[in-house]
């Protein structure tokens, strides 16, 4: 079981086209070994220590409907039909997608209750190409944070390679599950790191397209400028086939591209000869304000060493390696997404009032206001309660041009800081910029969460691409002295995800790594 | 002291697409059960996201280009954030510093002679909130109306009367009905209207305290609202007392004002660019297509009507008042090729009639302007009488036959030849001696009496002049 476990998912594909594997087969493996490695899914008012050795990357397995996917897939194989690119490869969503006829919870309180009436557009897609949905895992609550314990769905997800750590965050449950081999691919989202961080903690791949790339109907809004839905799997392939799989325009996303989606497989077996790939100083340190005053901290030596390791081997390939470039503004991106992401997501929680739909408060009420007061104060975690005050607070008519706008600026600033180094015409025409994805490898549970200022300056190497709406990709690339993996990031240009997807695969064939499971 | 009325109207006009503003739900519920016009997206279900209907954008280039508004090649959306059980998202998507139009005037010819300019302020688009009800101690939400596209329109405070706010309705609606981009049916409340009224001494150059109406969902209801809400001003004014910023309901059963609450500060609705949508992009190319057909407008063409045919302005208006009855007109007349004033009476006092009686547009008309060019030639010609060119018309409209077909089955051609009208005299007078006897005593009214009856004879075909004549002179 283990062997098919380790195949990659293009792999189990193939297998199930060519009528060697069935996807039933596939699915009864996968879900015996969720049994077996998961332990209880995530609920309201469980234990958060309950069976601290187990993932609990899921909230919903939905073993039944998967069941019912990958026999309507063989059925496919045995009419002679091509069930898709995905063909009976089990997946997971991040519960932070509407799925039509399951929970589709936000990892809130609010939301614990709602059962999706339609379907995202990426998950869609993914079981259009013959995906079989696992089930939801688990996140940040509405993906407010880095490590996934905010989520009110006890015990939150653990990683795999060393349950007394978090998975990272907000998409925990999706990196925790493909590392521990919970199904091959998992549908994450980025809003300033969240697929590529936990994908770094749990040592696996994970891909933040350029926004627009991929549709957002069906996410559970954060930041609705910075949210990107994208894959996060055990290798760069796989990444490429998922994100080939859900990349396009969607008419229910006025937001989505028009842009065409190339062949992402076909440009990985391309040469990464001649590329031109950059090392920014301003992703060497970890700036942040303190008291009034910015203060300057250099990343650990096995982080930075990390990175200079994976340019070395891409220089070996015939890459060629640009230092000292300047990514001026990159220092900016967390005070600025801290008012952007907040002024979008508190606008975005207004819809969950006790109305409609969510957690109504049973608490007798003398009127509507009082209503919305208890709903709210009762189905929101303290998470989404910091962002709809500060939200509210930087977006109010008498503070909006000190904060909002000026963080809009800001926004723009970083932008140009990206299309200075990507300009082809530029000093530096870069095809790409090598960064660390993360200034840590994964932490303790309970040892950052609380405090959410200092959680968040844990995003600032990833955020400004959110800002910027560019692709960036993690790839693990070794492990650190305890053992934990540690991954290196990519940013490129808008659109070209197959220029990141080639260099990956040539970082992630350099790489001595070897996958969890 | 004398006081003039400072007067500005906030409308809401609902557009009439297919869908919805943002997502493919039908857009008239009118008449229908609750909630049943609705989707995930206009019920603000997780995860859903607004598309512009293109639709939207082009009815609002017609009126912004019809107000005399400069059109921005890129406009934006905003959200406007606030919590109300019927706004299911939390927020209206809407326009707020960067709307799809910029200025604009509307001008009001008079009954009195005088024309009123009345600036635009503010012109953007938006989606409507859903209804609540109060039942039984519930409220009753319905999300049918939930992203049914509207234009808010906001004039200056330039209407100096009632009848001023009145007149604007009366042209909003007649424009909006003209571009066939509303309905414009206020009891359905296709044209909303809020009303911003305050007083002052006449020829004050400042600006009162005012208070808003809010509720008024006919022509009539905004002109008595206004007229009853100056009154009650000039006396509070006259008694020495303070005119509060109140909002005030108009309560139409009972022709009274009520307080709705005090709006001395405005809420912070936290406005900022809707993430979910584009710019607003309307580039020259689609500008042309959207202004290709863009129509002569109605006080253009009242005006034209004037000049260009000799109308009255009491017929230039009325002709004017639906573009179908003006386009009628102006197709009649072209096939008549003679008289304007001769059409126009016809279609205002036939065809109107017929419209109005039938509940029918101009352009669904059986009798087309060309039929109804052919009727008055009959009739010009003396081929059929008047009564029998009026009968005609309704007749070519119950049928749909051309008018000529009608005369020849039905035999309706007026009886002119002399020696068989002269007979049929000659039988009347001989019938009647006491009445022949009356008239030659002097009672010479009679005439009309034996006219009727040679025309009852004849079945209404007769030319009256002719039958006039002969009796005269048998009379005689
Ligand atoms: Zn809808």
């Known amino acids: 079981m283990m062997e098919l476990l380790r195949m990659e998912a293009h792999e189990i594909a193939a297998a199930v086209r060519a009528g060697k594997l069935s996807a039933r087969e596939v699915l009864e493996a996968t879900l015996e070994h969720i049994a077996s490695v998961d332990g209880i899914p995530g609920s309201i008012g469980d234990d958060p220590e309950a069976e601290p050795d187990k993932i609990h990357a899921f909230i919903t397995l939905t073993a039944e409907r998967a069941r019912a996917q990958a026999d309507a897939v063989d059925a496919k194989i045995v009419a002679g039909e091509d069930p898709g690119p995905l063909a009976g490869v089990p997946f997971t969503v991040k519960d932070i997608f509407v799925v039509e006829?399951?929970?589709?919870?936000?990892?809130?309180?609010?939301?614990?209750?709602?059962?999706?009436?339609?379907?995202?557009?990426?998950?869609?897609?993914?079981?259009?190409?013959?995906?079989?949905?696992?089930?939801?895992?688990?996140?940040?609550?509405?993906?407010?944070?880095?490590?996934?314990?905010?989520?009110?769905?006890?015990?939150?997800?653990?990683n795999p390679w060393d349950t007394s750590r978090v998975p990272g965050g907000s998409s925990g449950g999706s990196a925790a599950a493909v590392a521990a081999g919970e199904g091959w691919l998992s549908l994450g989202t980025d809003t300033a790191g969240s697929i590529r961080q936990p994908a770094a903690f749990c040592g696996v791949v994970g891909l933040k397209p350029t926004y627009g790339r991929v549709?957002?109907?069906?996410?559970?809004?954060?930041?609705?400028?910075?949210?990107?839905?994208?894959?996060?799997?055990?290798?760069?392939?796989?990444?490429?086939?998922?994100?080939?799989?859900?990349?396009?325009?969607?008419?229910?996303?006025?937001?989505?591209?028009?842009?065409?989606?190339?062949?992402?497989?076909?440009?990985?077996?391309?040469?990464?000869?001649?590329?031109?790939?950059?090392?920014?100083?301003?992703?060497?340190?970890?700036?942040?304000?303190?008291?009034?005053?910015?203060?300057?901290?250099?990343?650990?030596?096995?982080?930075?060493?990390?990175?200079?390791?994976?340019?070395?081997?891409?220089?070996?390939?015939?890459?060629?390696?640009?230092?000292?470039?300047?990514?001026?503004?990159?220092?900016?991106?967390?005070?600025?997404?801290?008012?952007?992401?907040?002024?979008?997501?508190?606008?975005?929680?207004?819809?969950?009032?006790?109305?409609?739909?969510?957690?109504?408060?049973p608490d007798r009420v003398a009127d509507m206001r009082e209503m919305y007061r208890k709903s709210r104060g009762q189905g929101f975690g303290l998470q989404p309660k910091l962002r709809i005050l500060m939200g509210m607070y930087v977006s109010a008519a008498q503070y909006s041009e000190r904060y909002y706008q000026r963080a809009l600026q800001v926004?723009?600033?970083?932008?140009?800081?990206?299309?200075?180094?990507?300009?082809?015409?530029?000093?530096?025409?870069?095809?790409?910029?090598?960064?660390?994805?993360?200034?840590?490898?994964?932490?303790?549970?309970?040892?950052?969460?609380?405090?959410?200022?200092?959680?968040?300056?844990?995003?600032?190497?990833?955020?400004?691409?959110?800002?910027?709406?560019?692709?960036?990709?993690?790839?693990?690339?070794?492990?650190?002295?305890?053992?934990?993996?540690?991954?290196?990031?990519?940013?490129?240009?808008?659109?070209?995800?197959?220029?990141?997807?080639?260099?990956?695969?040539?970082?992630?064939?350099?790489?001595?790594?070897?996958?969890?499971? | 002291m004398e006081y003039e009325a400072i007067i500005g109207l906030e409308t809401h006009i609902q557009l009439n697409t297919e869908t919805k503003i943002f997502c493919n739900c039908k857009a008239d519920s009118w008449g229908e059960p609750p909630n049943t016009n609705i989707c995930p997206v206009c019920t603000g279900q997780p995860g859903v996201l607004p598309v512009l209907n293109k639709a939207v954008a082009e009815k609002a280039v017609l009126l912004a280009t019809a107000m005399h508004a400069e059109v921005r090649r890129v406009s934006y959306f905003d959200r406007k954030n606030y919590f109300y059980p019927d706004l299911p998202k939390g927020y209206q998507i809407t326009q707020f510093d960067r709307p799809i139009a910029i200025g604009g005037?509307?001008?009001?010819?008079?009954?009195?002679?005088?024309?009123?300019?009345?600036?635009?302020?503010?012109?953007?688009?938006?989606?409507?909130?859903?209804?609540?009800?109060?039942?039984?101690?519930?409220?009753?939400?319905?999300?049918?109306?939930?992203?049914?596209?509207?234009?808010?329109?906001?004039?200056?405070?330039?209407?100096?009367?009632?009848?001023?706010?009145?007149?604007?309705?009366?042209?909003?609606?007649?424009?909006?009905?003209?571009?066939?981009?509303?309905?414009?049916?206020?009891?359905?409340?296709?044209?909303?209207?809020?009303?911003?009224?305050?007083?002052?001494?006449?020829?004050?150059?400042?600006?009162?305290?005012?208070?808003?109406?809010?509720?008024?969902?006919?022509?009539?209801?905004?002109?008595?609202?206004?007229?009853?809400?100056?009154?009650?001003?000039?006396?509070?004014?006259?008694?020495?007392?303070?005119?509060?910023?109140?909002?005030?309901?108009?309560?139409?059963d009972a022709g009274v004002l009520r307080k709705m609450r005090s709006k001395e500060t405005e809420a912070d609705y936290r406005y900022f660019r809707e993430p979910d949508l584009l710019p607003l992009v309307i580039d020259d190319e689609w500008k042309s297509q959207i202004l290709a057909d863009f129509p002569e407008l109605p006080l253009e063409r009242r005006a034209r009507f004037m000049a260009q045919y000799g109308l009255p302005e009491y017929d230039a208006d009325i002709l004017t008042t639906e573009r179908a009855l003006s386009d009628y007109y102006e197709a009649a007349l072209q096939a008549y090729n003679g008289d304007p004033k001769r059409v126009s009476n016809w279609v205002i006092n036939e065809v109107l009639?017929?419209?109005?009686?039938?509940?029918?547009?101009?352009?669904?008309?059986?009798?087309?302007?060309?039929?109804?060019?052919?009727?008055?030639?009959?009739?010009?010609?003396?081929?059929?009488?008047?009564?029998?060119?009026?009968?005609?018309?309704?007749?070519?409209?119950?049928?749909?036959?051309?008018?000529?077909?009608?005369?020849?089955?039905?035999?309706?051609?007026?009886?002119?030849?002399?020696?068989?009208?002269?007979?049929?005299?000659?039988?009347?007078?001989?019938?009647?001696?006491?009445?022949?006897?009356?008239?030659?005593?002097?009672?010479?009214?009679?005439?009309?009496?034996?006219?009727?009856?040679?025309?009852?004879?004849?079945?209404?075909?007769?030319?009256?002049?002719?039958?006039?004549?002969?009796?005269?002179?048998?009379?005689?």
């Open chain 1, 101 to 158: 006829g399951t929970p589709s919870t936000a990892g809130s309180r609010i939301l614990a209750n709602y059962i999706g009436p339609y379907t995202a557009t990426p998950v869609e897609r993914m079981e259009a190409a013959g995906g079989v949905m696992l089930g939801k895992v688990n996140l940040d609550e509405f993906t407010f944070g880095s490590s996934s314990e905010s989520s009110a769905f006890k015990p939150t997800p653990r």
């Open chain 1, 215 to 361: 549709s957002r109907y069906g996410l559970i809004a954060f930041g609705s400028s910075l949210d990107t839905p994208g894959p996060i799997a055990r290798s760069v392939r796989d990444a490429a086939l998922m994100l080939h799989v859900i990349a396009g325009r969607d008419p229910h996303d006025a937001t989505s591209a028009a842009a065409p989606v190339p062949e992402y497989l076909a440009a990985l077996e391309k040469d990464v000869r001649g590329l031109r790939v950059g090392l920014s100083p301003d992703y060497f340190r970890i700036v942040r304000a303190e008291g009034g005053e910015l203060v300057e901290e250099p990343l650990p030596a096995e982080i930075k060493q990390a990175v200079l390791d994976t340019a070395e081997r891409l220089a070996n390939m015939g890459v060629e390696i640009v230092e000292d470039v300047p990514m001026p503004h990159n220092r900016y991106g967390i005070p600025a997404y801290f008012v952007i992401a907040r002024v979008e997501a508190a606008s975005n929680l207004h819809r969950y009032d006790g109305v409609k739909y969510g957690y109504r408060t």
């Open chain 1, 411 to 517: 926004r723009t600033l970083i932008r140009r800081d990206f299309e200075a180094v990507f300009d082809p015409e530029g000093k530096y025409r870069l095809d790409a910029l090598l960064t660390p994805t993360t200034p840590t490898a994964a932490f303790p549970m309970g040892a950052v969460y609380g405090d959410s200022v200092l959680m968040q300056y844990a995003d600032q190497l990833t955020v400004a691409a959110n800002h910027a709406g560019v692709p960036g990709i993690s790839v693990p690339v070794t492990t650190d002295a305890d053992g934990l993996p540690l991954g290196v990031q990519l940013l490129g240009r808008d659109f070209d995800e197959a220029t990141l997807l080639r260099l990956a695969r040539a970082v992630e064939e350099g790489a001595a790594f070897t996958a969890k499971v």
């Open chain 2, 105 to 252: 005037y509307l001008d009001l010819p008079m009954p009195e002679g005088y024309t009123r300019r009345v600036y635009i302020i503010k012109l953007h688009i938006e989606e409507d909130a859903g209804k609540t009800k109060h039942a039984n101690g519930y409220r009753l939400i319905d999300f049918n109306r939930c992203g049914v596209p509207l234009i808010e329109m906001v004039t200056g405070p330039d209407l100096r009367s009632a009848d001023e706010a009145a007149q604007y309705l009366i042209r909003l609606r007649q424009l909006v009905r003209w571009l066939g981009i509303s309905e414009g049916n206020m009891e359905k409340a296709h044209i909303r209207c809020d009303a911003n009224v305050s007083i002052r001494p006449k020829g004050a150059d400042y600006l009162n305290p005012k208070t808003e109406i809010k509720n008024v969902n006919s022509i009539d209801a905004v002109r008595e609202a206004i007229a009853t809400e100056i009154q009650r001003q000039i006396r509070e004014v006259e008694a020495g007392r303070e005119i509060h910023a109140w909002t005030l309901e108009w309560d139409e």
């Open chain 2, 353 to 476: 009639r017929l419209l109005n009686e039938r509940g029918l547009s101009a352009d669904q008309l059986k009798v087309t302007p060309q039929y109804l060019a052919m009727i008055i030639r009959l009739v010009d010609k003396g081929t059929v009488n008047t009564s029998t060119g009026k009968a005609l018309v309704v007749k070519v409209e119950d049928t749909g036959k051309p008018p000529k077909q009608i005369v020849e089955e039905e035999g309706l051609a007026q009886v002119s030849d002399t020696g068989a009208l002269r007979a049929i005299c000659e039988k009347i007078v001989a019938a009647n001696p006491d009445e022949v006897e009356k008239y030659r005593g002097g009672k010479t009214s009679l005439i009309g009496w034996f006219v009727g009856q040679v025309m009852r004879e004849t079945r209404g075909k007769a030319n009256p002049k002719e039958v006039q004549k002969i009796l005269r002179e048998l009379l005689g």
